[in-house]
């Protein structure tokens, strides 16, 4: 089985601009997971899709959304990016929970 | 409010020894946990978990312990190989797919 995929793998964006990441997770797996890696915060869960719906949300602005399409796709967006908004952005996906498989990664880089 | 932490932001050991890397858990909801290991720019790799109904988990040179009284775990890695050089994450969750995540170990095998 193909492990989930990210594109793009990096981005580079100047602040006030919007981003959208892409989540392919393996196939059959219906909840999908965003996070985020910064060297001071570490790893922290954006939110959670299952089914097209968000299931679970952390405690980002309004300005990270995310959405799910029918064949468990996930894109997630960054709209008027901040200097902070710089991270490595991982996806992840399981079946309905519990054990969750990452992608490799967005690096995204904000000037 | 640091619910899961890894208090060894290092750890050194000789190839073919024992590795030990710890976390504990502050929230008592928690009733799943993993280890996942990283290395710089990747999406973490699932290693093992466990569920809060059990006290040990193994597969290969891994094993977990869960010491629920204490809301302590460990991942003890035998016989530890240069290529287990990586960072080690330990996370948590509670129904549903919401990882929390401690700031990681950072494991060097010597040869």
């Known amino acids: 089985k193909a492990g989930v995929t990210q594109t793009p793998r990096y981005l580079i964006k100047t602040r006030g601009q919007q981003v959208t990441l892409s989540c392919s997770p393996i196939?059959?797996?219906?909840?999908v997971s965003w996070y985020q890696q910064t060297p001071g915060q570490g790893l922290q869960f954006l939110f959670e899709?299952?089914?097209?719906?968000?299931?679970n949300k952390g405690n980002f602005p309004g300005r990270f959304s995310g959405r799910q399409f029918s064949n468990s796709r996930s894109e997630m967006n960054v709209s008027t990016l901040e200097l902070g908004d710089s991270a490595l952005y991982l996806c992840?996906?399981?079946?309905?929970?519990?054990?969750?498989?990452f992608g490799p990664g967005t690096r995204l880089l904000v000037l | 409010d640091q619910q899961v932490k890894q208090n060894s932001p290092s750890l050194s050991v000789q190839e073919g020894r024992i590795s030990i890397l710890n976390c504990d858990y502050t929230?008592?909801?928690?009733?799943?946990f993993l280890w996942y290991k990283k290395y710089p720019a990747e999406g973490p790799t699932f290693l093992i978990s466990?569920?809060?109904?059990?006290d040990k988990n193994e597969d290969g040179r891994f094993t977990v312990f869960l010491n629920k009284s204490a809301k302590h775990l460990s991942l003890h890695i035998v016989p530890s190989q240069p290529g287990d050089s990586a960072v080690y994450f330990c996370a948590a969750e509670t129904s549903g797919s919401r990882l929390t995540f401690g700031e990681g170990t950072q494991l060097t095998v010597n040869p």
């Open positions: 899709y299952f089914s097209e719906t968000q299931r």
């Open positions: 196939s059959g797996h219906r909840s």
């Open positions: 466990i569920s809060s109904i059990k």
């Open positions: 929230n008592s909801m928690f009733d799943y």
């Open positions: 992840a996906s399981s079946f309905a929970g519990e054990t969750q498989y």
